[in-house]
């Protein structure tokens, strides 16, 4: 009996298409765009968007209420704005004074403290804790606190000046103490801030070049000059980067110690402080938009200058 054996038919396998080759190629070759890509996109969305928007409103002479009909006026807030000698530019100065000052005494002060934590010493755990104490606090809690403390009745601050001496001071009641006042509230929340960033700056530095120093004789001030600093300067702008940024953005301790319009005498009204009034006290959407670009626009400049400046030294 003869078997007939027939041949097996193989089954067609599915076809290898160029496409999905190619496609795999160059998914694998911009993997790192496409993980990215969803993150991306929603900050796209949370930044492009209300830029745009506001933008858009700067254009117009919105007011009463962004749904109201408004006609396009092009660059004329702009030149009104730019133009306004009374309310606009003053805010600009403080502006700028209140970031210089702060940051130039809060890198400073963070410097010194963080040199003083850089070596271990006793109880070092403890006046860690008890310098970052003041982050814990948001800081409309720390405004509402130093504006008790600073009240020129029932304040502490003239209790003990009373102590030694000297008469009671206006603090945030006076129109030339208001600024400086609310300077150091700032200095006194986020000096911590910069040591904690310069501590982790110091701490990863190698003990070699100040090895090396010490035994060609090198005092501590040229040691910290000639070898700290400069290999510390990239910590550093990252610091002044981060807090002064934010410094330029301050709005909650301002208005929780002066209120509207940053006082009677807007001795304190910064450019946040003077877009926000326009925006909800005076519903001038189309003005305080304006502003917000300009704002917008020095905080680009000066985030672009001090990146520059860290890749200059980074080279």
């Not at 006290?281 to 672009?304: A, P, Q, R």
């Amino acid at each position: 009996m003869s078997v007939v054996t027939t041949p097996a038919t193989r089954s067609p396998a599915a076809p290898s298409g160029p496409t999905e080759s190619a496609w795999s190629r160059w998914a694998n070759a911009h993997r790192k765009w496409l993980f990215a890509a969803p993150a991306m996109a929603f900050v796209a969305v949370l930044i492009v968007f209300p830029v745009a928007w506001t933008g858009y409103l700067s254009l117009t002479d919105a007011e009463g209420s962004v749904r109201a009909e408004s006609e396009f006026i092009g660059f004329q807030n702009y030149l009104d704005v730019l133009s306004d000698t009374d309310r606009f530019w003053p805010a600009v100065w403080r502006t700028v004074l209140f970031t210089g000052v702060v940051l130039l005494v809060e890198v400073v002060l963070g410097m010194a403290i963080a040199l003083l934590l850089w070596r271990p010493f006793r109880g070092e755990k403890w006046v860690r804790v008890a310098i970052l104490l003041p982050l814990v606090a948001t800081p409309v809690a720390v405004g509402m606190m130093w504006r008790l403390i600073f009240d020129p009745n029932i304040g502490m601050a003239n209790q003990l000046l009373s102590w030694v001496g000297i008469g009671p001071q206006p603090w945030l009641s006076g129109q030339s103490s208001a600024l400086p006042t609310t300077m150091f509230i700032d200095i006194w929340q986020w000096t911590p801030m910069v040591v904690l960033i310069l501590l982790a700056g110091l701490t990863s530095l190698s003990d070699e070049p100040q090895e090396a120093a010490l035994i060609d004789g090198a005092s501590t001030w040229q040691r910290f000059r000639h070898v700290t600093l400069p290999l510390l300067m990239p910590t550093v702008i990252v610091a002044v980067l981060l807090r002064g940024i934010d410094a330029l953005k301050t709005f909650d301790i301002l208005y929780a110690t002066k209120g509207r319009g940053g006082g009677s005498f807007h001795e304190v009204e910064t450019l946040n402080v003077y877009a926000y009034g326009l925006s909800f006290d005076y519903n001038d959407y189309g003005v305080s938009s304006t502003v917000l670009i300009i704002f917008f626009l020095i905080i680009i400049g000066v985030m672009w200058a001090l990146t520059y400046r860290k890749k200059g030294l980074e080279r």
